[in-house]
């Protein structure tokens, strides 16, 4: 195969932003053949493992009082912002940004309607009871409070998860 000239490699590898450079300079400065640089060149992959939770650890964390009763009173708000999240599956940050005018109930039936942050994607989702159970209780102690769950650092609600689940 020809080697192709360090325009046409640059035109190649346009897509890599700033790695157009750094792969054309050794070709333009005839330093290396394509073939022997483009082995050595490769993107560094990180995957991080999907952790998930089996129905029946999502009912323990629900009905499990002696659990929580165990719990001092911050970790067990963190516990139920946490179940309330595995329950709705939204971002962290559009969980905190949940307002009590996004809950709509129609009939007998519990909606949150949110818009998320990130993408802008409307959403809505039918909420269980235990879920307007947790919305009820923090609504009792919100007082002039918008959002639904109190404000908290997200190092320290990771932190908090750590300590009541590990």
Do not use: W
Not at 75 to 97: E, P
């Amino acid at each position: 195969m020809p080697t192709p000239s360090p325009h046409s490699f640059l035109r190649l590898n346009r897509r890599g932003g700033r790695g157009s450079k750094l792969v054309g300079f050794p070709i333009k400065s005839g330093g290396l053949k394509r073939e022997i640089f483009t082995k050595k060149f490769y993107v560094c992959k990180e995957e991080i493992p999907i952790v998930t939770l089996l129905p029946e650890q999502l009912r323990y964390l629900i009905n499990d009082k002696d659990f929580e009763n165990g719990l001092s009173r911050p970790l067990q708000k963190s516990k139920l912002i946490f179940v309330f999240g595995c329950t709705v599956a939204l971002r962290i940050s559009d969980l905190f940004a949940i307002r009590f005018a996004d809950v709509q109930e129609i009939g007998n039936t519990c909606y949150l309607s949110v818009k998320t942050i990130k993408n802008g994607t409307d959403v809505r989702i039918k909420l269980p009871e235990y879920a307007k159970r947790i919305i009820n209780e923090f609504k009792a102690t919100a007082g002039k409070r918008k959002t639904v769950f109190p404000p908290i650092l997200n190092s320290r609600f990771k932190d908090r998860q750590a300590r009541t689940f590990i």
